[in-house]
């Protein structure tokens, strides 16, 4: 609860600071006043850049289209060779799961 108002509070307060309301006072009454118009360009600014960063990384995958092994890293951090594709094999038998006739009962141990 206590995070949901306070994640209201700093949304209410970056739409303050980016204009797009004010609040009035005077002795009798305070008013809000909403800036559509600022709310409007803003948002239309944050759609147009994000079409943009998607364009982006559309462009990017295009070229990046083989796949590429990931490393593995020394204790240190430092990325090395990548990591060798490990073979399909076949399940060893006391890997199965156990099949068991209807009305059995499961092996407690």
């Not at 700093?10 to 009035?24: H, K, N, P, Q, V």
């Not at 070229?63 to 073979?87: C, H, I, K, N, T």
């Amino acid at each position: 609860m206590f995070r949901t108002v306070l994640f209201l509070a700093a949304l209410a307060l970056c739409a303050f600071m980016a204009g797009w309301f004010t609040i009035d006072r005077n002795e009798q009454e305070t008013t809000i006043r909403f800036d559509r118009d600022e709310i409007r360009a803003d948002a239309s600014k944050a759609l147009s850049k994000g079409r943009e960063i998607l364009k982006a990384n559309e462009n990017r995958l295009d070229q990046d289209s083989a796949p590429q092994p990931p490393l593995y890293s020394d204790p240190y951090g430092v990325p090395s060779e990548p990591v060798p594709q490990q073979a399909n094999r076949p399940i060893p038998p006391w890997e199965q799961p156990q099949q068991r006739s209807p009305g059995t009962p499961p092996v407690q141990y």
